[in-house]
């Protein structure tokens, strides 16, 4: 099987390719970028006036499989994905059960090649059944190929324990993807401390309560040298550690997602829970300071943490709905239009965070990249296309976002997923 994309603007962080090109895949593999092919390919795809990228790899994202198959599935949340563009994902282990142990590993991996039209890397919680008390079966989950440990939806309060795990994860060969919060600090906050929470009537949650587990995090990162990936980050403090913690040195990288580098606390004109997500939209001065670490090259990763929930789950005061909000289909659109449009970042930059960058910080090698000899895992992205975010169209189960009817440039056309075509509106 031969496909030939013709005439898009590809756009390569590992060979730094940036200009028209004609890429061909045979057997789900790239065979050829070149300026002109002439082969005569089982399908053509026209991707003219199209940006041609390395397949999206989303280190952060939430499938509910198993167990919360009413917020979404392997197959929902796969095809929410590949609209999206994203080709990889790394699925949070806070299911039910929580993922702690090699066999649930290797289950979610073998059900998702059958369910799931994006590749799905199961994550393994820290602690058993995410209980905070004792440490899972990190080694047995390292070797049913869970790339990293999370304890995402809380932090590991047990400090001795934690470095435990980090050591664990370390001598296994996998990383540790930390979710920063003190929960005693939280207060039963449920958005940004500010003038705003008093206004809406609302607990507040301060940048502290991030902080400090940042701070702590790393330091143990530097003890034990377990590869440290922060999730979501959404402080200007968070940055200027990470910036601190590579000037030393330190295995140390760092996401951001599109809702943080966009919207602000103040955004929050009435009482919705669809603005509720951990941890919550910050000040104007945080939001600059995640853009300009973006713009730095601090802050390696844009990720979305796709966290949705069923609407009885999201459609009350914020003070009683539940915490997270979808991403996966608008991540694309959102960052090209506020960052790519406005010139924070180039596309380039855009490719290595949202594919480069992820693929090397989970240490595959074969994907992040337009090149020879790489998996065909490519998106066709049309920065012409202008219009408004409508819930309605997603696939997801979760309709949960504070950007319907936020209006966008850029849409993913097509994608493809080791050579085929999961997803395409191209040939329409
Ligand atoms: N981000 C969220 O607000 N919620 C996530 C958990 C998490 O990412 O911490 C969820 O699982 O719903
Ligand atoms: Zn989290
Ligand atoms: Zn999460």
Not at 100 to 126: F, N, Y
Request: glycine share 8%.
């Amino acid at each position: 099987m031969t496909i030939l994309i013709q005439n898009g603007h590809v756009v390569d962080p590992l060979t730094r390719m940036d200009g028209c090109y004609d890429v061909l895949i045979r057997d789900g593999r790239i065979e050829k970028v070149a300026e002109h092919i002439d082969e005569d390919a089982d399908r053509m795809l026209d991707a003219k006036d199209c940006y041609v990228l390395p397949g999206l790899i989303d280190l952060h994202v939430h499938f509910r499989d198993p167990g919360l198959e009413y917020k979404e599935t392997l197959s929902t949340g796969g095809r929410a994905a590949v609209k999206g563009g994203v080709t990889t994902v790394c699925a949070m282990p806070n299911t039910n059960p929580v993922i702690d142990d090699g066999e649930k590993v290797a289950s979610v991996h073998e059900r998702a090649k059958g369910e799931a039209l994006t590749h799905v890397i199961q994550l393994g919680a820290v602690t058993k059944g995410q209980k905070g008390e004792e440490l899972a079966d990190i080694c047995g989950m390292a070797k049913a190929g869970c790339h990293a440990v999370s304890e995402d939806g809380k932090s590991v309060m047990n400090t001795s324990l934690y470095r435990q795990g980090m050591k664990a994860a370390k001598e296994c060969g996998i990383s540790v993807f930390a979710h920063c919060e003190d929960q005693t600090l939280v207060e039963n906050g449920v958005m940004n401390a500010d003038e705003n929470a008093k206004r809406l009537g609302l607990r507040g949650i301060t940048n502290s309560v991030e902080d400090v587990i940042t701070a702590r995090d790393i330091l143990l990162s530097k003890e034990t040298g377990v590869k440290l990936h922060l999730c979501h980050c959404s402080t200007a403090d968070s940055v200027k550690m990470v910036r601190l913690a590579k000037e030393e040195g330190l295995s140390v990288t760092a996401e951001v997602c599109p809702h943080h580098f966009i919207l602000t606390s103040d955004d929050i004109k009435e009482d919705n829970g669809n603005y509720k997500m951990n941890p919550p939209l910050r000040s104007k001065a945080d939001v600059e300071a995640l853009r300009q670490g973006l713009k730095d090259g601090v802050m390696d990763v844009i990720a979305t943490d796709h966290a949705p929930h069923a609407r009885e789950e999201k459609d009350k005061s914020m003070a009683e709905a539940a915490f997270g909000i979808v991403g996966l289909e608008t991540s694309a659109a959102l960052t090209f239009t506020s960052l790519v449009k406005t010139g924070v970042l180039s596309m380039m930059d855009m490719a290595e965070k949202m594919s480069a960058n992820p693929a090397k910080i989970l240490g595959l090698s074969d994907r992040g990249s337009v090149s020879q000899g790489k998996a065909a895992d490519i998106v066709i992205f049309d920065p012409t296309r202008t219009y408004k975010i409508d819930k309605n169209t997603f696939v997801s189960k979760g309709k949960n976002t504070p950007f319907d009817g936020f209006e966008v440039t850029g849409e993913v056309v097509c994608t493809l997923v080791d050579g085929k075509v999961v997803y395409d509106t191209l040939s329409d």
